[in-house]
């Protein structure tokens, strides 16, 4: 496995803070690398430029006195000569380089072959004593050949170099510092609130569930809009779990009113003597609470079955074939009490889910026949891509105090509590709205009151 193959799972396992440290001082040193080296480039490119000038400036003058025989001029401060022939023998010399050969056998050779040679003798780092800077080629005096070596030394140069190496080191140490440090402070700042929702989550998790996180709110960036969403789903939380509590609360007692009246039933069966009528009277009692208990199952499965579909199955239905058929059951029982049950429906078309939106509507008739009172009226229409379905009685309408929750499971207003039902008709009704993509909405304004199903199709 290459190194970085190892490094990189290693990095990823570092806390966040760690992570974004490293990555702000190795981004930092590539760019004050660079920095530094386009620096020192320049400088150098300068200095060599100098250097370089002040070489050639001498090497003419040295060779305009080696053609005329005339004296050979002083150079640069520091700088040197030797004028040899091209065997090597040293004609005329600075004192300093009297009897040191500058140049290697293999350069004489090219020189004395007419070519130019340039090099430095002495090293910047690591420091030498004696550093130069050559520069030899040909020179012809009539029918005699000589090697003009002119040499400048480079120690200012070097010294300015290694100075300037020195500060960009020191400054671009001082500065990755400061750069780490301050990433490091502002990762810091940046993860503390990050830190806080996890401790809040963590608290969560122990079952507290009112708790909120403290969201800035003059301030607008990814962690406190992450801060308002995980409130968000607190309040969700918090909401679900009520809806829990009261919902086992409420099936708890709607399962055992049942199952105690019937085991009272058969306990008064079994211990005492009973007449065939008197029995018969005990089973047909007994008959009605399983058959209640069997009608909350069955409601409270399909209540789950439509919590947990993702989708609907919509089909093309015509609207007072879906009325009648949901309606139809309910005219008997309409009939025996003498109110008048009548249907409007508009002559069309429209897609839905008549598996689930007919026994809504029908739970809808069926609660206006139980607590509402004098006639029933079912409206349906079309308007804008919108079915609304409304059911209407003329009983004496909803509690106030009712309406915010009519659509809860187990609900009921208190005056219906004595009559039968489980308190999930309304429920079923607003499952199905919502998984219709649409609404249910009860409205109190007398008298009487009215349920309107808004779905589009």
């Known amino acids: 496995m290459k190194p970085y193959g190892r490094l990189l799972p290693r990095f990823r396992r570092m806390p966040v803070v760690t992570r974004l440290v490293l990555a702000v001082a190795i981004t930092m040193s590539l760019v004050l690398t660079g920095a530094a080296g386009f620096v020192y480039w320049r400088v150098k490119t300068a200095l060599d430029q100098q250097l370089n000038d002040d070489l050639t400036a001498y090497q003419r003058s040295l060779d305009r006195a080696v053609r005329t025989g005339a004296k050979l001029p002083p150079g640069p401060s520091g700088s040197l000569h030797q004028i040899l022939d091209t065997q090597g023998h040293v004609q005329r010399s600075s004192e300093p380089v009297r009897h040191q050969a500058l140049l290697t056998p293999g350069e004489l050779g090219a020189v004395a072959r007419g070519n130019t040679v340039r090099r430095d003798i002495g090293s910047l780092l690591p420091i030498t004593s004696d550093t130069l800077r050559l520069q030899a080629h040909r020179v012809t005096d009539g029918s005699r050949r000589h090697v003009v070596i002119a040499a400048v030394r480079r120690g200012h140069r070097d010294e300015a170099l290694r100075e300037l190496l020195a500060q960009l080191a020191l400054a671009s140490g001082l500065t990755l510092i400061a750069a780490s440090y301050v990433g490091y402070r502002t990762a810091r700042a940046a993860l503390r609130p990050v830190e806080r929702y996890r401790t809040a989550a963590a608290t969560l998790a122990d079952g507290t569930h009112t708790l909120r996180l403290d969201v800035p709110a003059d301030r607008d960036d990814e962690i406190t809009r992450l801060g308002h969403t995980l409130n968000h789903v607190l309040d969700r939380l918090e909401a679900s779990a009520e809806r829990e509590r009261r919902f086992v609360a409420d099936a708890s007692h709607e399962l055992r009113t049942p199952l105690t009246l019937m085991r009272a039933e058969l306990d008064v069966a079994l211990h005492r003597p009973r007449s065939a009528d008197e029995l018969t009277e005990t089973l047909r009692s007994v008959d009605a609470e399983v058959q209640r208990l069997a009608d909350l199952s069955n409601a409270l499965l399909d209540l789950e079955e439509l919590g947990s579909t993702d989708h609907i199955t919509r089909t093309s239905v015509r609207l007072p074939d879906l009325l009648d058929a949901a309606v139809t059951p309910h005219r008997r029982t309409a009939q025996k009490a003498g109110r008048p049950l009548t249907v409007d429906s508009a002559p069309v078309a429209v897609d839905v889910d008549d598996r689930w939106l007919r026994p809504a509507i029908g739970n809808l ?73 649409g609404t249910a909405h009860a409205d109190p304004t007398g008298p009487g009151a009215t349920i309107t199903l808004r779905l589009p199709v």
Request: aromatic share 6%; glycine share 14%.
């Open 365 to 437: 008739v069926d609660n206006a026949l139980r607590h509402g009172g004098g006639s029933v009226t079912v409206a349906a229409a079309v308007r804008a891509g919108v079915l609304q379905v409304s059911v209407t009685d003329e009983g004496p309408g909803f509690p106030p105090d009712f309406l915010p929750r009519a659509f809860d499971r187990f609900t009921r207003a208190e005056a219906s509590r004595t009559s039968d039902g489980s308190g999930l008709g309304l429920a079923f009704v607003h499952a199905v709205a919502t998984a219709h993509g």
